[in-house]
Structure formats: C-alpha cells, structure tokens
C-alpha cells in the first residue's frame, strides 16, 4: 500500500508538536506561578511559600526537561521533510529561531540550575532573581516561537527573489498582523492551562488532606487567576478571531461551516460538513448569532467557503468540530470559576468535596483547549504553510519517499510512547507526596563539609567482622 509522504509528513510533524506543545502549556504558567511563589516568600519569610516553590520546581524540572527533548525535533524536521520549505523560507524563519536561543534559552540555562539547586546556596533574593529569569526566559521562547508561526499565517515584511522569501523589514517580520492576537491568546491560554493545574493538584491534596496549608494557598491562588484569566481569554479570542476574518476568511469559513457567504448568518452549533457536497448535515443554527459574533452586527456579512477555490479551502470537519472542543472548555472552565467565586463567598471553598472532585477531574481542560485550538489554528492554514503563498505540497522535501517518513514516523510513536507515560509518572508521583514530603532534605552543610566522617559507617562494619 502507498501513502502520500507529504500526508505521512504531516501526520509525522501533528505527532510531534502535539505532544510537544502540551508542555509549554504547563511550563510557562509554571515558571510565572514560581516566580510569584518565590517573591512571597521574600516579601513575607513565610516557610509555606518556600514549600509550595519547592513542590512545584520539582514538577517544573520534569516538564521542561520533556519539552526540552521533544522540542529539539521539531527544527530537526525542517530538514528531513520540509527542506524545500526551509530553502525558501529559511531567511526569515531562521533568525526568528536564532532569537529564541539567544534570549529564552540562555536565559532558562543560565538561571535553571540556580532555581532548582540554589535554595540553600545562594540568598533569598537571588533564588527569586533566577526564578524570574526562567519565567521570563519561557516568555521570550513563546514570543519568538508565536512569532514565526504568526508569520507563517500572516506573512508581512518580506519580498520573494528566485523563490525565497527575503526579509525586507524585521519590524513587519516580527510584529506581523496576527501576531499580537496570537501571542496574547497563546499566552493565556498558557497560563490558564497552568492554573488549572494547580487547581487541580490543590484540589487533590485537599481532598486527601494532606499538606492541607500548602494545598490551600496553591488552591485560593490558582482560582483568583483564573477569575482574571478565562473571562480575559474569551475577550482575547473574539479579538483574534475578528483578525483571523480579516487576514484569513476562508479559515474562519471552515470553523464555521460557512459555504455560502450571507449577511445575518446563523450560529451553527452542531453539524457533519460536507466537503464534497459543500453542505452541512443535521446542523442545529441559532439565527443571526453567527453575523453577531462574527462582525459585532447583528446583519453582518460572512464569506462563505464557495467564495474561495476548491483547492485553496481548509477541509472542513476537523477546524469546526477543534473550534468547538475549544469553547466547550472554555464554558466548562468558566462555570467552575463562576462557582468557585460563589463558594468562596459562602465560606465553603475548602470543604465542598464535590466542588473539589470537579477541579480535579478538570485538571486536562487546558490541555485539551490548546491542543483543539492548535488544530483549528494549523489545518484552518490549509493548503498552504505559508498563507496563500507556499502550498504544503510543495514545501515537502522533494526525494521523500514513503517508505522513509513511515519508519520515521514508527519510530517517533514509539519514543513518545515511551518518554511521556514515564514523565507523567514520577509527575503523579511527587503530586501524591505532597510539598511537605518533596521539600524534605539533608540537613545543611557548611563549608561543604559532611556532618560525620563518611568513613565512619565503613571503619565499624570492618570492626564488627573483625
């Protein structure tokens, strides 16, 4: 049987970044949450702040060391598959990349081993100083990443010259037209996938009672993000979606299912597109609330996928049903904060079990939010991998053979299989001990020297078999 290599390329580089991108969807919330932990611990000396740091550094350091790895793949295949793509835009997109290593990266290097090595090395405020660096080094990664990608959809400051895309002004390059929607969404939905994390953990050490401060605190702080974070995140979502309808109409027409372009469309809440038919079976539409959300005016015009040729159209299903798996998060997330505000007036925040059970289990939300989100975001982009100028099929690497990317593609399902149910162990495993349990260490040392003669275990089991 032969497959298609750019199909395969594809379903190769979706593996890759999905499971990628679910841990800087944990980590730069993570970093910001530390850095807050640890300038509450300057500020007030308490010791509790210290605990949840510490807790919450440990989980840190798996997940990064896992997007460390997984992400080194992703450039790598730049190559092996999409060298054509590389060719032609490798004078824009480079740089971008080079930019990241120069700011995130030497930052989260230069300031990660102090974070998790430094507590008792250095001063109180150089361990915060560090854990700022980190946290800002893991924005200055999303910055960069976001904006190459936004340029990918969004190409401004460019000229192409033999068929590569030649910069021509960075500042257009960097701060492209969709960019500062994408970032700010991104980001936030970052964050918030974070926070629920911590909700969830916090959630899940109060109801076992256990570490019952720590969880607490991890627990009110979390929930008074996430009041800020998920309406923020909505206001944030209409505004990119009112930017991908201006730069990118016929993505926004296959999120909805819109064929026909009208004014006063319908909200289709339900449907199985059509493709081939170019129609929409059992759709269940609220009146005039698509033109509402989509154009703020309640007669607003929408284009529809007919507008466009077949051969330049998104498929359809994948974008809108993502579409939806997104907001069907979102409305989830929004009614436990909603809640959570109520219980908390009400005194019964800590105690209301089912209330706890619920941020528990909510825990993948976020997770499940940005993964959808990426989906509408990439396969919305189709056909092209760069919008409207460079077709995925032609980015592909030209003596790519099926065979190849097959094998390749075997071999990243069995890595991955491999590396992250080991990660999400020891993550479950530090999660059951609690802050108290993994802040536990070795008494201190001065002048590094050990508290006992090391020998000295040595020299009495010697005398007791003599």
């Not at 990664?141 to 192409?160: D, K, V």
């Not at 619920?358 to 993964?371: E, H, S, T």
């Amino acid at each position: 049987m032969h497959f298609d290599p750019v199909l395969l390329s594809r379903i190769q580089f979706a593996w890759v970044i999905a499971w990628h991108i679910l841990l800087p969807a944990f980590t730069v919330g993570a970093a910001s949450f530390i850095a807050v932990l640890e300038g509450l611990a300057l500020a007030t000396g308490r010791e509790v702040y210290v605990r949840t740091s510490t807790f919450w550094i440990k989980i840190f350091a798996i997940a990064f060391g896992m997007g460390v790895v997984t992400g080194i793949i992703m450039p790598f295949q730049f190559g092996t598959n999409w060298s054509r793509y590389a060719s032609a835009a490798g004078q824009v997109l480079s740089p971008l990349f080079a930019y990241e290593g120069l700011t995130a990266f030497f930052l989260e290097a230069g300031f990660l081993g102090v974070l998790l090595f430094g507590r008792k090395l250095v001063p109180s405020w150089a361990h915060f100083f560090a854990a700022l660096m980190v946290a800002i080094g893991t924005l200055f990664s999303t910055f960069w990443i976001l904006s190459a990608n936004s340029w990918m959809q969004t190409p401004a400051g460019y000229e192409i010259v033999n068929g590569q895309f030649i910069p021509t002004d960075w500042i257009k390059v960097i701060f492209n037209p969709s960019f500062p929607y994408r970032l700010a969404h991104t980001a936030f939905a970052f964050f918030t996938t974070t926070g629920f994390v911590v909700l969830g953990v916090g959630a899940y050490l109060l109801r076992r009672n256990r570490s019952v401060q720590d969880a607490r605190i991890m627990f009110s702080m979390a929930l008074w993000a996430l009041t800020v974070l998920v309406p923020l995140q909505m206001v944030i979502g209409d505004m990119h979606g009112l930017n991908t309808r201006k730069y990118q109409p016929a993505k926004l027409a296959a999120i909805e299912a819109k064929w026909d372009t009208g004014k006063g469309v319908p909200l289709t809440l339900f449907a199985i597109p059509d493709d081939k038919a170019e129609h929409n079976k059992f759709a269940i539409e609220i009146p005039y609330l698509g033109s509402l959300i989509l154009t703020h005016d309640l007669h607003g015009e929408v284009k529809g996928l007919k507008d466009f040729p077949a051969d330049q159209r998104p498929p359809v299903a994948i974008p809108f049903f993502a579409f939806r798996a997104m907001v069907g998060c979102a409305g989830l997330m929004l009614a436990l904060v909603l809640l959570g505000g109520l219980l908390r007036w009400r005194g019964q925040l800590y105690d209301t079990r089912l209330y706890l059970l619920a941020c528990q289990c909510a825990i993948p939300l976020g997770f499940i939010a940005v993964i959808a989100g990426w989906f509408v975001t990439e396969v919305g982009r189709q056909p092209w991998t760069i919008y409207g100028l460079l077709h995925t099929a032609a980015s592909v690497s030209p003596s790519l053979t099926s065979h190849d990317v097959t094998l390749s593609l075997f071999a990243y399902v069995a890595v991955y299989l491999l590396i992250y149910p080991t990660g999400l162990i020891m993550l479950l495993r530090l999660v059951r001990k609690g802050p108290v349990e993994t802040s536990e260490s070795a008494p201190a040392i001065e002048a590094g020297l050990p508290g006992a003669p090391v020998l000295a275990p040595a020299i009495n089991v010697v005398k007791g078999n003599v």
